[in-house]
């Protein structure tokens, strides 16, 4: 099973902040088969990023991803107010489906 | 528009069952895999099943595997998740979850989610 370590677990920034969020896994990751999502409180998770750095439909360009192998990160580039709320990653090149603990990122 | 609505959780004991069932809208559901996954209470998301567009293939991971099975109906656009000998960890929201194509290698990430429903298993 691919164990995926997020961190930091979490961040405290201030809108219009870069911010680079850190997924890294136990092994390779096959064909960087690694998703983000974003999640809020009482919310359903939504789609940020597949393939390690396509970003899903409908998703601003701020956001971006990026690593190979074991190593990924998502960027947000400006942080808007409705961009804080926790990260996840998700590894599905291998079975068992994985994911990461989770980054929260909270305004300062 | 995508719209994928879960009912069927409630509170149950130790060893009993549960059957969640996932509406489908807004898309060609047949077409396409369909994934539950779970998050319990203040914690990460835990996948639980997955089923491809044709039904014929599903996928379990060892925590779950023998204990829950996952089905679809196409002529009601439903998916389903069977739970049986519930365990205290179990309790989680389920989620019901769309696969962006009809579930071949690379297709298990997920592009729409349900809102959820809360499973509670206590004595």
């Known amino acids: 099973e691919i164990v995926l370590t997020q961190s930091p677990g979490t961040l405290s920034l201030s809108p219009g902040e870069r911010v680079t969020l850190s997924c890294r896994a136990s092994q390779t990751v096959i064909s960087n088969y690694l998703a983000w999502y974003q999640q809020k409180p009482g919310q359903a998770p939504r789609l940020l990023i597949y393939?390690?750095?396509s970003r899903a439909t409908g998703i601003p360009d701020r956001f971006s991803g990026s690593g190979s192998g074991t190593d990924f990160s998502l960027t947000i580039t400006r942080l808007e107010p409705e961009d804080f709320a926790v990260y996840c990653c998700?590894?599905?090149?291998?079975?068992?489906?994985?994911f990461g603990g989770g980054t929260t990122v909270e305004i300062k | 528009e995508v719209q994928l609505l879960e009912s069927g959780g409630g509170l149950v004991q130790p060893g009993g069952s549960l059957r969640l069932s996932c509406a489908a809208s807004?898309?060609?559901?047949?077409?396409?895999?369909m994934t539950w996954v779970r998050q319990a209470p203040g914690k990460g998301l835990e996948w639980v099943s997955s089923i491809r567009g044709s039904g014929g293939n599903t996928y379990y991971p060892d925590s779950v595997k023998g204990r829950f099975t996952i089905s679809r109906d196409s002529s009601k656009n439903t998916l389903y998740l069977q739970m049986n000998n519930l365990r205290v960890e179990d309790t989680a929201v389920y989620y019901c979850?769309?696969?962006?194509?009809?579930?071949?290698?690379?297709?298990?990430?997920?592009?729409?989610w349900g809102q959820g429903t809360l499973v509670t298993v206590s004595s």
């Open positions: 979850a769309k696969n962006p194509t009809v579930g071949g290698h690379g297709d298990y990430y997920f592009d729409y």
């Open positions: 393939g390690a750095s």
């Open positions: 807004g898309f060609t559901f047949s077409s396409y895999a």
């Open positions: 998700q590894q599905y090149g291998s079975a068992p489906l994985t």
